[in-house]
């Protein structure tokens, strides 16, 4: 069974930082483009960043580019998002996700899905 599990969410206040990870189980880890998208409160679901199977190329939402930077351990199995200078709008679940594909910001790109974790900036 394919699993992707997300940790290291939390309560934080604006200006401080959070460092997610992303394990993976039950795939060819480095086979696959890995992604992070969040989910607001009453707001669709949103890309955030990707990186491809070698880490080689990333892509970033605009908003948090310069803030957030994608990484990748394939020998670990494991994706992280190191977010910095968080703000009140940050707030969301944080999903992990993993495709095949190239490197997108789509979620139809993406075959697998994590259960979340719960990020929330205070002001």
């Known amino acids: 069974q394919v699993q992707l599990v997300e940790s290291g969410g939390g309560l934080v206040q604006a200006g401080g930082s959070l460092r997610l990870s992303c394990a993976a189980s039950?795939?060819?880890?480095?086979?696959?483009?890995m992604g992070w998208f969040r989910q607001a409160p009453g707001k669709e679901r949103d890309f955030v960043a990707s990186?491809?199977?070698?880490?080689?190329?990333?892509l970033y939402k605009d908003l948090v580019k310069g803030r957030f930077t994608i990484s990748r351990d394939n020998a670990k199995n494991t994706v992280f998002l190191q977010m910095n200078t968080l703000k009140p709008e940050d707030t969301a679940v944080y999903y992990c996700?993993?495709?095949?594909?190239?490197?997108?910001?789509?979620?139809?790109?993406?075959?697998?899905w994590g259960q979340g974790t719960q990020v929330t900036v205070s002001s």
């Open positions: 039950g795939l060819t880890f480095r086979s696959y483009v």
């Open positions: 996700a993993a495709g095949l594909r190239g490197s997108s910001r789509f979620e139809f790109d993406y075959d697998y």
């Open positions: 990186i491809s199977w070698n880490g080689g190329y990333t």
